[in-house]
């Protein structure tokens, strides 16, 4: 049970830092 919610909160931080990241490439672009 607890490495399930390792794995999702692995996921939900991944894909969080991803679009963060993206963000930060999109302001720099500018």
């Known amino acids: ?5 390792l ?3 692995g996921i ?3 894909s ?3 679009v ?3 963000c930060i490439l999109q302001v720099d672009r500018k």
């Open 1 to 5: 049970m607890k490495k399930m919610i």
């Open 12 to 14: 939900f931080v991944g």
């Open 16 to 18: 969080a830092v991803g």
């Open 20 to 22: 963060i990241a993206m």
């Open 7 to 9: 794995f999702v909160a």
